[in-house]
């Protein structure tokens, strides 16, 4: 019965206290408040300042605006016009990516730009594919439990309640989900494509248990938000407003509550006070080329994400932190995480035109916890992908052709269909955000990402590899391609239960300034192999509720150390590690 | 005549690793395609052109445009230039898609990716070292002009190379050779794969807002405007040939 009444109910109820989907327009794609958001008088006092209007800035912002708070939200992108700016082509969305320049090193770069960085009001969600997985309860003990990574200082129940309410604003559709903590979603499971469906089956004889979703699209309306079209370019921006960002789901309301966005305002540093140690407020230019401005604040938050959020702390450099803000443990831009995301395609007699539909479709997580079979710790999630031909032409170069053959499989682009996967890439502290000699064009030295990959992460790379593989041939796919690749941030400032080893507290607040919070994805300590954007959100939906109701700013240091590390050390951890 | 539910031109899954000559394919009925050729000859991706979205629409015209003079790279580089683009992508003939074109104009615009390896100068440099190394190769291998004066043959097998990281000498020390490779072969793609030609050749169905796609499969995978792949031999001999399906 209980179940019969959810299912009656599915799509029908929205979120409480966020009006986004409401003030949105039907026949325009404009922010609605931009015209006619508040404007803080220059030299101000605001209560809190953020930098970045991404998946972290925008929920913390929203939250907290709703409480009365005075917010300015600097950005360095533009404010988006996307009936306007935003296109159905590949090479035309080249202004969604964060494409200054960042220096890249290690053992194994990352590619960034595209791949994993956005830029503007929105942040990278404008460009993300949609897929909005929650992390697993295990995600938050793997050293504990795992012998690997790191533990949080925070567990799985206290984002659990910050991961239903964000679902129910994005809002999140799919079956229901099985792995990790059990859940069910607000909306029903899109249709899948012709292309997935041959993946699905594919999995299926191997006995791969696979659901469709959970991606952050709307399947059916959501206030004045309208059903997805399955015109397949999600991440060109969304033109449709069917897809989650912030853009849609947290800053209409947010600008309805009194926050300003400065777009184009590119913070330089965090201003602190010497004789204090407090934050006052965060410098930055409006123009390049333009005077440095101070904005005031009681509060600073910092939200530019795994690269800038660390690039900015050790850019602010002053007397007191010599060696940059937050950092006289050396602690600030390590352990930063990518996911690795190797892909496979694979040929079949059918035309499948996998353009068609949203890229994210159908998922796997049943093997994202540890295995010791498999030989090593830990895990990867299997997800389908849809590359449009730009994408699937850098795939195809990537197993090897050129010239001809290149040709010969791109016109062939339609009879194909591809898998990828997910990895959990372990926390390493020489995989860190430094400063670089290079400035960019405000005159700010850019930062440079070290990253190389351990034995565990080739181990796990090398098998999932092998799994997508094998599902493309139980399908069986007449030929198979494979691109090694990596997606996604995390990292890079994380929270932890001491300052010598971690940047934040567990309430996101700075060990070194009272007063600085990071509220981004660079205070996660481990990644999982789910997208982080769904994680972003609900952290910094929690961090608002604390900083709203005081908690956030508790000196006790029990309550800073954070209770994640003393409940994964219960006897039934311990028995599973053993195992 | 060309069955393309069967998989034997796909050049992983034949002995040389080589695709059979481009003559198997149709020639493009209708519309434009990258040296005529393609897979579906009587789809135009251009015919759906008014049901697009106007910023859509002028970002995917202007590449329709006649190209305009490179600005980036010097009248010295441009014939080298223009030879590795047509190699790189296999054009030999008319008509072409202006990858060299989309190039200089991302290079000259400063329209980088927003990264750069530690080991490799700016992307602008690596492009010009690539020119002038390819050319380098050209004159001590085959003691040809430059690289836009060696034969064809020779100019694929020093691509292959540099495909392969296996050149050195001159210009090659200064660069990762593979990171070279990649970061030439981005731009390449990028500029070829954009263009509404390389659609017609692919099948690519476009852009699709605010008109969105309705046939996602199982049953259908084809919208009104689009078309399968299909042969323009005329049907008529290829059933006295005994060529057809029966």
Same mark, same amino acid.
């Given at each position: 019965m209980a179940d019969r009444l959810r299912g009656l109910l599915k799509g029908a109820i929205g979120p409480s206290d966020n009006d986004s989907r409401y003030l949105l327009d039907v026949h325009s794609r404009e922010l609605p408040g931009e015209d006619t958001m508040r404007q803080y008088a220059p030299g101000e006092e605001v209560d809190l300042v953020i930098v970045g209007a991404g998946a972290g800035g925008s929920v913390l912002a929203q939250r907290l605006a709703r409480h009365g708070w005075n917010i300015v939200i600097l950005e360095a992108g533009p404010f988006w016009h996307p009936d306007e700016d935003w296109v159905s082509d590949e090479a035309g969305s080249h202004e969604l990516y964060w494409t200054q320049n960042r220096i890249i090193g290690g053992a194994d770069p990352i590619e960034l730009g595209k791949n994993n960085s956005g830029r503007g009001v929105g942040g990278s969600m404008v460009h993300y594919a949609g897929y909005t997985p929650r992390f697993h309860p295990s995600d938050f003990s793997t050293l504990t439990d795992d012998g690997v990574g790191a533990d949080w200082p925070i567990n799985y129940e206290d984002l659990r309640p910050h991961y239903e309410q964000v679902e129910a604003e994005l809002p999140v559709a799919g079956q229901n989900w099985p792995w990790g903590h059990p859940h069910r979603y607000p909306f029903s499971p899109h249709p899948i494509s012709g292309a997935a469906a041959r993946l699905w089956e594919g999995a299926h004889k191997l006995g791969i248990e696979m659901r469709v979703g959970p991606v952050g699209i709307v399947n059916g309306t959501f206030g004045n938000r309208p059903h997805c079209i399955y015109r397949g370019y999600c991440l060109q921006g969304c033109k449709v407003n069917a897809k989650a960002s912030p853009y849609v789901t947290h800053l209409p309301d947010a600008l309805a509550h009194a926050v300003e966005i400065r777009a184009n305002c590119m913070a330089a540093r965090v201003e602190v006070d010497q004789a204090t140690g407090r934050a006052t407020g965060v410098v930055y230019h409006d123009e390049v080329g333009g005077a440095e401005i101070l904005q005031r604040a009681r509060f600073v938050a910092i939200a530019g994400y795994s690269i800038e959020t660390p690039r900015l702390l050790l850019n602010s450099i002053s007397s007191r932190f010599p060696h940059g803000l937050c950092n006289d443990e050396d602690q600030v831009g390590r352990y930063i995480m990518v996911q690795g995301a190797s892909q496979t395609t694979g040929r079949f007699p059918d035309e499948l035109r996998m353009y068609k539909a949203p890229p994210p479709e159908v998922s796997s997580e049943q093997f994202y916890e540890t295995d010791l079979s498999r030989g090593f710790a830990r895990g990867f999630s299997i997800q389908t992908v849809s590359p449009l031909p730009i994408g699937w032409a850098e795939h195809v170069l990537a197993d090897g052709h050129w010239g001809r053959a290149m040709r010969e499989y791109m016109r062939d682009y339609n009879h194909w269909a591809t898998i990828g996967v997910l990895n959990e890439l372990l926390p390493q502290p020489e995989n860190r955000i430094t400063i670089a000699e290079p400035i960019d064009p405000y005159g700010i030295p850019i930062a440079r990402m070290d990253y190389s990959l351990c034995e565990n992460d080739k181990s796990n790379i090398a098998h999932s590899t092998e799994v997508i593989t094998d599902i493309l041939h139980a399908a069986d796919a007449q030929d198979v391609l494979t691109i090694y690749r990596y997606a996604h941030l995390v990292g890079g400032a994380r929270m932890g239960s001491s300052p010598q080893a971690s940047v934040v507290d567990a309430n996101q607040r700075s060990w070194a300034v009272p007063n600085l919070f990071v509220a981004d994805g660079s205070v996660c300590p481990t990644q999982g192999s789910a997208n982080p954007a769904l994680t972003i959100m609900a952290l910094a939906s929690r961090l608002a509720a604390r900083m709203a109701s005081g908690a956030a700013m508790d000196d006790d240091p029990l309550a800073r150390a954070g209770t994640g590390t003393r409940q994964a050390a219960t006897p039934q951890h311990a028995r599973s590690r053993s195992s | 005549m060309p069955d393309f539910r069967d998989h034997a031109h796909l050049p992983n899954l034949r002995p040389d690793r080589e695709p059979p000559h481009p003559s198997w394919l149709p020639r493009q009925e209708v519309g434009i395609s990258p040296q005529m050729v393609? +897979?579906?000859? !009587?789809?135009?991706?251009?015919?759906?052109?008014?049901?697009? !979205?106007e910023a859509t629409k002028s970002v995917v015209m202007a590449r329709l445009k006649d190209p305009a003079p490179l +600005?980036?790279?010097t009248p010295d580089q441009e014939p080298t230039l223009r030879a590795f683009c047509d190699t790189v992508m296999a054009? !030999?003939?008319?008509? +072409?898609?202006?990858v060299a074109e989309f190039v200089d104009d991302k290079l000259a615009a400063g329209r980088l990716d927003g990264y750069q390896y530690a080991d490799m100068p700016d992307d602008r440099d690596t492009w010009r070292l690539v020119l002038h190394g390819l050319d380098h190769t050209a004159r001590t291998r085959y003691g040809a002009a430059g690289f836009a004066e060696a034969d064809p043959e020779n100019r694929e097998t020093i691509v292959d190379d540099l495909a392969h990281a296996h050149l050195d000498g001159g210009p090659w020390e200064e660069l990762n050779i593979a990171r070279a490779w990649s970061v030439c072969m981005r731009a390449i793609l990028a500029g070829f794969y954009s263009h509404p030609w390389a659609w017609n050749e692919i099948g690519f169905g476009g852009p699709a807002y605010p008109r969105g796609f309705m046939r996602l499969g199982p049953l259908s995978t084809t919208e009104p405007f689009e078309r399968h792949g299909s042969t323009s031999e005329d049907p008529v001999d290829a059933v006295h040939q005994g060529l057809g399906h029966g």
């Open positions: - | 393609g +897979r579906y000859p !009587d789809f135009d991706v251009l015919s759906a052109a008014d049901t697009w !979205d +600005r980036f790279f054009q !030999d003939v008319e008509p +072409r898609v202006p």
